[in-house]
């Protein structure tokens, strides 16, 4: 089985200022994680994935995150904080083998606000 | 190249009726999943289909049922429609065994009332 829990449901930051959003897994197997960012009203856009290769996981935009197995954790950071990274951001977990391969399960969502 | 696109954008259904939405995957891609978003949720597994087969199911009741053609679309069906089936409804599309990434379509928002 697996599953995500996403740490907060809600992070204020200033512009400029770094961005922590935290995430904690379950999984039966060695799995593949990802984080996504939805804007309000669009579909869901990829931001970074780690499937096994490198343990710190550089996305788009100038995410990262850092697969930590021994905490089960995938923190998602950004040295620098922007206005248009505003929005709500989900932990992805998916099984690479067993019963719940190939599906999907989303954390419940992290809204990251931007102040001026 | 085209994204993952579905169709309609915006449905509004009365309770008991049935919808149908659709969904065209990335070029190149044979596999597609559906999931449900409800307000303020994260979106929920619903099925996937590859090879025009569902593969994997999600905790969703036989109401929710779907189709994969040749060409790699999908439809999803939802019968006797419920309040609480209103949600955004996102299809995902992925190249079978080679990664685990999903590709999202923008989604149809379904109101029922």
């Known amino acids: 089985a697996q599953s995500v829990t996403q740490l907060d449901s809600h992070v204020s930051v200033s512009e400029g200022t770094p961005v922590l959003l935290r995430c904690n897994y379950s999984?039966?197997?060695?799995?593949?994680l990802f984080w996504y960012v939805q804007h309000p009203n669009k579909g869901l856009q990829l931001l970074l994935k780690?499937?096994?290769?490198?343990?710190l996981v550089k996305g788009i935009n100038g995410f990262e995150a850092e697969f930590k197995k021994s905490e089960t954790s995938f923190h998602l950071t950004k040295p620098s904080a922007h206005m248009s990274d505003a929005a709500e951001y989900f932990c992805v977990v998916s099984d690479r083998g067993g019963t719940s391969y190939g599906k999907l399960t989303f954390g419940q969502g992290t809204i990251l606000t931007v102040h001026p | 190249d085209a994204g993952v696109t579905q169709s309609p954008t915006h449905l509004i259904k009365t309770r008991g009726q049935q919808v149908t939405l659709r969904c065209s995957p990335k070029s190149g891609h044979d596999t597609v999943s559906w999931y449900q978003q409800a307000l303020g949720q994260g979106p929920q597994f619903i099925f996937q289909y590859y090879e025009e087969e569902e593969r994997q199911r999600g905790n969703f009741p036989d109401r929710f049922s779907g189709h994969q053609f040749p060409n790699y679309s999908s439809e999803l069906n939802v019968n006797a429609l419920l309040l609480g089936d209103s949600a955004l409804y996102l299809c995902?599309?992925?190249?079978?065994?080679?990664?685990?990434?999903?590709?999202f379509g923008p989604g149809t928002r379904l109101t029922v009332t």
């Open positions: 999984s039966s197997y060695s799995p593949s």
């Open positions: 995902a599309s992925s190249l079978s065994f080679v990664g685990y990434e999903q590709y």
């Open positions: 780690y499937t096994s290769a490198a343990t």
